[in-house]
């Protein structure tokens, strides 16, 4: 990528110095005679990304959305720069040569190096490698938006992002250019914009609906944990609700990251109508400056009604045979995945208790530092599925899962997350999530099945788990 030392900023008023740079990119396509993906930065008052998006909201755009709230970090892009789907084996090494290559032909300019500034490639992995029946979202995709706002350390940036051929249209882009940055700082200042409106004359009615037996399927798990065929299968429930009133994914949205603040509040689109929503408890992968983070979170137990049952909880999960093995499973997973890509591995352990709003976890935070040539989706193919989200051994359990969930899971358990232009990034597991269409949405949660583990135990982990998501849609008595 191609940094130039120009301050759109600084002339505010005009879009002339503008234009003279968008005409030395002009340039720049024509000798090269490939496009330049061209990415201008620009300070502007600490926003509320979700805000943001929701006053440019259209189901029929791309956007993707993350959040930690209690770290005070949000990201939003929508509306598509340039885009790649892939599928196969191959999709994350695929998406990351896609990924080299546009910033290759990248010009930057403005402030670049502000905390999440420049270009970013949103990304969505599957958790199959290939796009499944009935499902809208490819088994890989990626794409660079053409507006991004970002809150980091209490600053707020605006990045524009537009293609530039050797035949462009200066004038139409300058103009589309500044008339966003203007709308950002406006909705950055407070306008007095409305936005979407959290409810309805009535609250909606729901109708549920629950394809197969979850209690049966965590049975037959169990039996082929027994005869050694497998040693975990993490099983999953899906959920449809048809609601009488259309359902606005974003409305949902607020309210998880109200709910869950130590999460990821995220949400996913590609422009076909439905919207991938959550508020995963867990990191895949970060690397920054070359050194990687990730953790094993697995095992759980219910959250107390009182402090001491809270911490009754808390202890009879640290010291529980079952969680602990299951915990160790995903860790030494990651261990031997990390190992050709990464040196100097450090696991923080024993586990410690993570606790949520609503459920408690065994977690250790594992982190080392990328080795030469390592590439964050290179990483990212060897992480997924983590045995947290599918099992051990991992082929085999993943043929389990196919056979005895029977429903697809699309971006469920998938990756999502982005890379930004200096080979770092941040992964996200799409757990505690629902994928929202119009009237529909179904809900997604699932529960690791080890040697002893029991069907009704499993059953009630997976109704913990439910009961946010239905909460934060308005259908807190479905179940």
């Keep these: 990528m191609e940094i130039l030392p120009l301050h759109p900023a600084e002339n505010a008023t005009s879009p002339d110095a503008l234009r003279g740079f968008l005409a030395q990119c002009r340039a720049a396509a024509e000798r090269d005679r490939h496009d330049k993906l061209v990415s201008i930065s620009l300070a ?90 009935g499902q809208p979202f490819p088994a890989a995709s990626a794409f660079v938006p053409r507006w991004q706002v970002a809150l980091a350390g209490g600053k707020g940036t605006a990045v524009a992002n537009l293609v530039v051929g050797p035949g462009s249209d200066l004038e139409a882009l300058a103009t589309r250019v500044w008339r966003a940055h203007r709308r950002l700082r406006e909705v950055g200042e407070g306008d007095g914009s409305e936005g979407v409106r959290s409810t309805s004359a009535a609250p909606a009615r729901f109708s549920l609906h629950e394809a197969g037996d979850y209690r049966a399927a965590v049975g037959r798990a169990l039996e082929r944990i027994g005869r050694g065929d497998i040693g975990k299968v993490v099983l999953a429930r899906a959920i449809d609700l048809q609601a009488d009133q259309p359902l606005h994914p974003l409305v949902a ?92 591995l450090e696991a923080s352990g024993p586990p410690q208790v993570r606790r949520l709003a609503n459920v408690q976890h065994l977690h250790t935070p594992v982190r080392g530092v990328l080795r030469d040539g390592a590439h964050p989706l290179d990483v990212l193919s060897e992480l997924h599925p983590t045995p947290a989200v599918g099992g051990a051994p991992r082929a085999a359990a993943l043929a389990a899962i196919r056979e005895l969930e029977g429903f697809p899971r699309g971006l469920y358990a998938g990756a999502l997350g982005w890379l930004n232009a200096r080979h770092g990034g941040e992964f996200f597991v799409g757990l505690r999530s629902a994928l929202v269409d119009g009237h529909a949405a179904r809900l997604y949660a699932g529960a690791g099945i080890v040697a002893g583990s029991t069907p009704e135990k499993e059953f009630a982990e997976t109704e913990l788990k439910f009961r946010a998501m239905l909460g934060a849609i308005g259908a807190p008595s479905a179940t």
């Design 44 to 133: 502007l008052p600490p926003p509320d990304p979700l805000a943001v998006l929701e006053l440019i909201f259209d189901p029929a755009q791309p956007h993707f959305y993350a959040e930690r709230p209690s770290i005070g970090t949000a990201l939003a892009g929508a509306e598509v720069a340039v885009r790649k789907e892939s599928s196969g084996p191959q999709r994350f090494r695929e998406l990351r040569d896609w990924a080299e290559e546009t910033l290759a032909h990248t010009i930057a300019v403005g402030d670049v190096n502000a905390p999440l500034g420049g270009p970013h490639f949103f990304t969505a992995f599957a958790f199959r490698e290939e796009r499944e029946p």
């Design 253 to 344: 949205l607020n309210g998880l990251r109200q709910r869950f603040p130590d999460c990821y509040s995220f949400s996913f689109s590609d422009g076909g109508g439905p919207s991938f929503i959550g508020a995963s408890p867990e990191r895949l992968l970060r690397v920054s400056r070359g050194v990687l983070e990730t953790e094993a979170l697995a095992g759980s137990a219910p959250r107390g009604g009182s402090a001491s049952e809270d911490a009754a909880l808390a202890a009879g999960l640290a010291r529980s045979e079952k969680d602990r093995r299951e915990h160790e499973q995903v860790l030494a997973d990651i261990r031997a995945r990390l190992a050709p890509l990464a040196s100097e």
